[in-house]
């Protein structure tokens, strides 16, 4: 069992940043690779970003790419979402999630945190 917590959601002007965090628990964090997904109000949950369990390879939705930076740092159980340039239309709840493999696809992903919410006004 992965207990995960997001943290580090807001409400912030576009062109501001934040960084999120996602603190793990339970089994070993460092077996797991990570995603970020966010919906939206009305929309369904989409793929933001995610990492493999060693860091070496990430991915990232074309709508991010660029302005999102994903991490993890092993030794403290968590991954972070570094988010520039912030824009209204990245405004949703931000779910981090850990799975086998570093997909782009919700089924890949077993455990999944509460999600924080990001708002970002124009």
């Known amino acids: 069992q992965v207990q995960l917590v997001e943290s580090g959601g807001g409400l912030v002007q576009a062109g501001d940043s934040l960084r999120l965090s996602c603190a793990a628990s339970g089994r070993a964090f460092s077996s797991y690779a990570m995603g970020w997904f966010r919906q939206a109000p009305g929309k369904e949950r989409e793929f933001v970003s995610s990492i493999s369990w060693r860091g070496r390879s990430t991915y990232y939705a074309d709508s991010v790419k660029g302005r999102f930076t994903i991490s993890r740092d092993n030794a403290k159980n968590t991954v972070y979402l570094q988010m520039n340039s912030l824009k209204a239309e990245d405004t949703a709840v931000y779910y981090c999630?850990?799975?086998?493999?570093?997909?782009?696809?919700?089924?890949?992903?077993?455990?999944w945190g509460q999600g924080t919410q990001v708002t970002v006004s124009s």
């Open positions: 999630a850990s799975g086998g493999s570093a997909s782009t696809q919700q089924r890949a992903y077993t455990y």
